[in-house]
């Protein structure tokens, strides 16, 4: 007698990425499940309606990312990635909404998300982002750069970057060339302890608080200088 195997079941656990799934529309809750389960290289460890839902149950199978809708009921994402953050850290969280709101990406932002792409975008788009956060990257659909881009072109009273060390440049490179943080390690030949001490004194020194907000300082640094230190 043979037994069915899921094409979730059948994947190493080693060797995916683990997602879960935070939005109270059922359709699009199961559309992004199924996308999962049937891409290599990633699973989902489970699917939540609201906050309250992913806040009790999402640590009975942690994922890697997370990717959460913004316009939940009652408590919105928002909210929900200040919640989850303080209570899993290491988890990383990439909003998905149908408005590119300046006000709501930024504050998503600050509550410590690490990507925000719009709902509409591509199947393979969503992937992408899903594996650029887990790698240490801060994922966005291209309307939503140009309006942190738009937002970090104000006159700024102090060269903000030009007060990080040789070091810190280095690091802040590899992290927006999207190298994780054992990579940005390995390619400095230092300790991923040491990369997280020289990334908080980058957002101390950049007045930010997240590698998306970093890296669109760098990105707009860029677009009227061809390198961070010139």
């Not at 979730?8 to 809750?29: F, G, L, S, W």
């Not at 966005?140 to 970090?152: D, H, Q, Y």
């Amino acid at each position: 007698m043979s037994t069915y195997i899921t094409p979730m079941e059948a994947k190493r656990n080693d060797d995916i990425i683990k997602v879960a799934i935070v939005d109270d529309d059922e359709d699009i809750r199961n559309g992004l499940r199924w996308m999962l389960e049937y891409s290599e290289g990633y699973s989902c460890t489970g699917v939540y309606k609201s906050c309250a839902d992913a806040r009790e149950h999402i640590g009975a199978n942690l994922p890697d990312v997370v990717l959460m809708d913004i316009g939940l009921p009652e408590q919105n994402g928002i909210e929900c990635v200040r919640i989850l953050k303080a209570m899993y850290p290491d988890i990383q969280i990439v909003m998905q909404t149908v408005y590119s709101d300046d006000e709501k990406i930024f504050e998503s932002l600050r509550a410590g998300a690490v990507g925000y792409i719009l709902k509409k975008s591509q199947t393979v788009k969503v992937l992408q982002a899903i594996s650029d956060a887990h790698a240490g990257g801060a994922p966005m659909s291209g309307e939503i750069a140009r309006r942190v881009l738009n937002f970090f072109s104000q006159p700024q009273p102090v060269d903000e970057i030009g007060t990080l060390s040789d070091r810190e440049i280095e690091v802040l490179e590899a992290l927006v060339e999207g190298h994780s943080y054992k990579a940005i390690a390995e390619k400095l030949f230092v300790s991923v302890h040491t990369v997280r001490f020289h990334l908080h004194n980058i957002y101390e020194k950049l007045h930010v608080t997240s590698r998306a907000e970093a890296v669109a300082k760098v990105m707009l640094r860029r677009g009227s200088s061809p390198s961070l230190g010139g």
